[in-house]
């Protein structure tokens, strides 16, 4: 609606009432409802997913570790007991080398005899010593490589 009017300046003033109008939209309840269960549904499917992907980090962080724990554990198990073989056999040969010296005064066919019989062991156990340290290296070799494997 508009007015028009004449001031005492012969002027003209034009008035023009602009209305609002409001306009409401009414949603049917069952839309409201469906986008109030579709947004509840969204966050709970996002939780959820989160929540899962933190528990397997999680678990693949535990056992990672204790992949790790059981691999130095079973190294340094299989390295003292190759140390202590290894050892126990050196201690062996020499002892016997150094109590097959005398013989007990015999004559020197059978003190020769066995001090060749106690070199004889020495070499053999040198030996079986150094197989022991190529079957801890080949363990080891293939522990790192499973773990290796494992976690790539």
Do not use: M
Request: hydrophobic share 60%; charged share 5%.
């Amino acid at each position: 609606s508009s007015t028009t009017s004449r001031n005492s300046n012969s002027k003209v003033v034009v008035k023009i009432a602009v209305v609002k109008k409001e306009v409401e939209v009414v949603l049917p309840r069952i839309v409201v409802v469906l986008v109030v269960v579709v947004v509840v549904v969204v966050v709970v499917v996002v939780v959820v997913v989160v929540v899962v992907v933190v528990i397997v980090v999680v678990v693949v962080v535990v056992v990672v570790v204790v992949v790790v724990v059981v691999v130095v554990v079973v190294v340094v198990v299989v390295v003292v007991v190759a140390v202590v073989v290894v050892h126990n056999s050196t201690t062996t040969s020499s002892n016997s080398s150094s109590s097959g010296g005398d013989g007990g005064g015999g004559n020197n066919y059978n003190n020769s005899s066995i001090n060749t019989s106690s070199n004889n062991n020495s070499s053999s156990s040198s030996g079986n010593s150094i197989v022991v340290v190529v079957v801890v290296v080949v363990v080891v070799v293939v522990v790192l490589a499973d773990v290796e494997v494992f976690c790539c």
